[in-house]
């Protein structure tokens, strides 16, 4: 398995595995052109943040995304950790865990992270389950919004 940081090339593998994630996560089915431009501005903007990919034999496995926040009181990013998608046949094989210490391993040569954030449904306990074997917990904070 080699995990790497996604690349132009990549961008309908991305696609899909976020239009996939859409669906079965929360029943939505996604712009593609709008969802295309979104993932094409983070390939191309490294400043907002980066892809990574598992790949094996060729083929894109698994992705995830890192965007990043300021933390003013910690003097670091906070990484993101979104549109986390594994192919189902692909799933609890660990390639989570090689993306998350990829991420991890990033942070690290940049100098660290405040720390490592990500959302999940309340209703998704196996991904809660993967998230906790990583030694991630449930954050102090509630989120609020508004569209």
Not at 85 to 96: A, D, T, V
């Given at each position: 398995m080699i995990i790497r940081k996604g690349q132009t090339t990549d961008l309908q593998a991305l696609v899909n595995f976020n239009q996939a994630m859409a669906e079965e996560t929360e029943g939505l089915t996604l712009d593609s052109q709008v969802l295309s431009k979104g993932v094409n501005t983070l390939l191309t903007s490294p400043e907002k943040g980066f892809y990574l990919v598992a790949e094996m034999y060729g083929e894109i496995v698994g992705s995830l995304m890192v965007?990043?926040?300021?933390?003013?009181w910690r003097a670091k990013d906070y990484y993101w950790i979104q549109s986390v998608?594994?192919?189902?046949?692909?799933?609890?094989?660990?390639?989570?865990g090689k993306l998350y210490q990829a991420v991890k391993d990033i942070a690290a040569e940049n100098g660290g992270a405040a720390s490592f954030?990500?959302?999940?449904?309340?209703?998704n306990?196996?991904?809660?389950?993967?998230?906790?074997?990583?030694g991630m917990e449930?954050?102090?904070?509630?989120?609020?919004?508004?569209?």
């Open positions: 965007t990043f926040e300021w933390s003013d998608y594994i192919r189902p046949q692909n799933r609890r094989q660990g390639i989570y954030r990500l959302y999940v449904e309340k209703e306990t196996n991904a809660q389950r993967t998230y906790s074997a990583q449930q954050s102090y904070y509630l989120m609020y919004e508004q569209k």
